[in-house]
């Protein structure tokens, strides 16, 4: 065989065998940490599930950490535990915009990737930024929803998670902005902007300190799936006149939900929740993988759900937007519920 052949066959080998593992799994011997706002909140771990078979099916591990509080001091008691060890990336939904940043630097200075989901810390604290829905797209949803509950006017209130929670401070910034620049909203009236802290008995006292201070409330938005369904307990067990909406999990507002007086909340948003899990996990992969840097524009193909582009976010950073927010209510909880 003449040396050239040899060499060229030789050659074929090696290309086949260095893209064998890539073919394998591009997350192959890849470590994760996920780090959600607080523990024993369905919603992350729902979102850190869906994020760990995305990550395990491409090779690689997933490490899920939550802090004791959903405040911005017990995240970085996670992330000083996370930096010190040896991973690619760490993927956040962060407690404060802009407390973090000092911290996530520390990290992407030690070599580690920092992606976010569901809630942005700001832009030099990520590189890339999963947003379930437009900020903008979930203002937008939720305050028609509170103009047409109420029908058109009268009082309403905010139960919202914790007061630094940048994703409800984003959405109820939209809100805001939304209701003074069209005179449709008018004869809305927002009284109070209470915060729950995505506790369940914290949130359940707020809501009936509300009740308590506006006997005219008409209608109470939970832009947090904990607030809303202790919220919707409350008033339903109550048999209050305020009804609700806002951003919730089906499977934890199914006995809530109906257009009716026997249910108190008429319907509500949320989006794919195991999308959202699944595109953090392959946008964090493409990032230590190089795929991504998290530039304007960029693309990247996230496995089954197809190609993404990364574009501009409403806080001046970019963002991978998941998709529309999604309206649940009487005729399509039931079978949404059994999903998340
Ligand atoms: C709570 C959390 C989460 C938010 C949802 C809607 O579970 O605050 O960050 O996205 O509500």
Redesign the pocket.
Known sequence: MNKKLVSAILCGTMVLAAAAPAMAGSADGMKIALVG?SAG?A?FEIAAGAFEETVTAEGGEVQKSYPETATADAQIKVLDNLISQDFDAICI?ANDVNALQAKLEEAMDAGIMVSAF??APNPDSRQVFVNQAGTVAVGQALIDAVYDIAGGEGQWAVLS?TSQ?A??NAWIDAMKTIMEGDEKYSKLELVEVAYGD?EPQKSTDQTQALLDKYPDLKVICA????GIAAAAKLLQDNGSACKLTG?GLPSEMVEYTGADDAHSCPYFY?WDMVGLGNLSAYATIALVNGDITGALDETFTAGDLGDYTITEADDGGTEIVLGLPLQFNEENIEEMAKLY
């Open positions: 706002k909140n919603f939904s569901d809630s998670a929670a994703n409800q995505d832009p947090t799936t904990v951003l949320l």
